[in-house]
């Protein structure tokens, strides 16, 4: 677990690879992996992990790392709403599509009626826009509900942390997060607050 590297394909590298490698290695899945495996013995905490967990560390590791990016405060709130909203809109088709039958069109639909009218009402999103990310979801289902509910659920629980805690760093509450380990996100918040309690 302590010797780790990433091998990048520099010909296939765009736009996005410092969020890309802040979700994938640093601070996200890597980092997170690493920091537990080196503070646990459990087995079970050493070679597995929790979907919800890991998902919801590494979205929010990608979207925190903006920050780094842009100067522009305004420019970097844009992009990280867009990613977050991107994440919840594909996990809702996701759930739509598995539990209510959702066509390529319910998806465009949807995409349109939530997010496309409210930023520019010419605009709309066709079925043919959404149709690579229809075929993962039909061909994975639950794909995308593991990174929106895992997100929305890491971001609530440091949100709480910040507003019980309006002392602490964000170093001290990233801490607090990896060192409760994976578990239900209840009891990652109960451990989180004892510790930032300590």
Not at 28 to 47: A, D, E, I
Not at 114 to 142: E, H, Q, R, W
Not at 155 to 169: K, R, S
Request: net charge negative.
């Amino acid at each position: 677990y302590d010797s780790n590297q990433i091998i990048v394909n520099e010909k296939d590298s765009g736009s996005d690879f410092g969020t890309t490698c802040a979700h994938e290695g640093y601070p996200g899945h890597m980092f997170q992996s690493v920091y537990t495996r080196s503070h646990t013995s459990h087995p079970y905490l050493y070679l597995f992990d929790s979907i919800g967990y890991a998902e919801g560390w590494a979205t929010y590791a990608e979207t925190y790392s903006l920050m780094y990016y842009d100067d522009g405060e305004m420019v970097r709130t844009i992009i990280k709403i867009y990613e977050e909203l991107n994440v919840l809109l594909m996990a809702r088709c996701d759930i739509g599509i598995h539990t209510q039958g959702w066509t390529l069109q319910d998806c465009a639909d949807y995409f349109n009626s939530a997010y496309m009218s409210k930023l520019n009402p010419t605009y709309k999103i066709g079925a043919n826009d959404l149709k690579d990310m229809y075929d993962l979801l039909v061909s994975d289902p639950g794909y995308a509900v593991k990174y929106g509910c895992g997100f929305v659920n890491t971001g609530l629980v440091i949100q709480d942390a910040h507003d019980q805690f309006p002392n602490a760093t964000d170093k001290e509450i990233h801490t607090a997060y990896l060192n409760a380990m994976p578990g239900t996100f209840e009891q990652i918040k109960k451990n989180m607050f004892e510790e930032l309690q300590g």
